[in-house]
């Protein structure tokens, strides 16, 4: 039997969040809580403009409008309270946590925005030593910063990041996989039309492609699987997700 760590009540794991300790969450919990702190943020910000609009002009602002001192500490204190509380959960949601970027920085502001495989100061993307579907929680001491390069040596040397294989989840890309992977044996181009968020219209690529690899994400789904190759619009190496694909052949050199 388990109980929500959040109200402490019987939980039906039916319905709720399975964490990686093994507790299950209610759904309805989380979300309170979310709001709850979305309610004291914005509580606290309108208390500080107040506050601050009193010191530099009292005669804009009726006295009993203005919070004393204690009243900010006081949410701050609150606000402190529900966040780590928050933090918690996150640490053993079985996927990537909405304080992704937030854990991303602590650790950056820490240590610098240093590799911690090849300990050059770079751009930094931060990953699970652990993996979360082997267990691996969100905590900071399971989250390490890897830069491009090592990223990319590791996932050649056979690899954390899942190899080329179709996973069940991707299922949906299975065509577009399956041709993708016989072009890179068979040294052909490919072509598609593809569509970045940034972009109004479908622009047509057509690309030499060299390796399909996933790329982690903060969706539901985890992972974007994406194809690496040179591309002929750009004269450069590009990456592509494949669910931004449309109308995939390949085609002759
Ligand atoms: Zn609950
Ligand atoms: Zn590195």
């Known amino acids: 039997m388990s109980y929500c760590p959040v109200c402490k009540i ?7 969040i399975a964490l ?11 979300l309170l809580l979310q709001m709850r702190k979305h309610e004291i943020e914005t509580a606290l910000r309108s208390q500080k403009s107040q506050f601050i609009l009193s010191l530099f002009a009292p005669t804009e602002v009726e006295q009993q409008d203005v919070a004393a001192k204690t009243e900010i500490e006081d949410l701050r204190a609150k606000f402190a309270k529900v966040e780590s509380i928050l933090s918690e959960i996150y640490d053993y949601l079985p996927c990537w946590p909405p304080d992704w970027d937030e854990r991303k920085q602590e650790i950056i502001s820490e240590n610098g925005s240093i590799c911690s495989y090849c300990e050059e100061e770079e751009d930094v993307y931060l990953l699970h030593d652990i993996p979360v579907f082997e267990g691996g929680t969100n905590a900071l001491d399971n989250l390490t910063l890897i830069c491009a390069e090592c990223y990319r040596n590791m996932y050649h040397e056979g690899d954390i990041f899942g190899t080329a294989t179709l996973k069940p989840s991707q299922s949906e890309f299975l065509k577009e996989f399956s041709a993708i992977q016989s072009a890179i044996e ?68």
């Not at 019987?10 to 709720?16: A, L, P, Q, T």
């Not at 598609?192 to 060299?210: A, I, M, Q």
């Open 186 to 253: 068979s040294s052909q181009k490919i072509q598609f039309n593809y569509k970045k968020p940034s972009d109004k219209r479908w622009k047509t690529r057509v690309v030499r492609p060299e390796r399909l690899f996933n790329i982690p994400n903060n969706r539901e789904s985890g992972e974007t699987l994406c194809v690496e190759g040179f591309c002929e619009l750009r004269g450069d190496t590009r990456v592509f997700a494949l669910e931004r694909m449309q109308a995939l052949e390949v085609i002759e050199d």
């Open 10 to 16: 019987r939980s039906d794991y039916e319905y709720d």
């Open 20 to 30: 990686s300790n093994g507790e299950y969450l209610h759904y309805s919990c989380v």
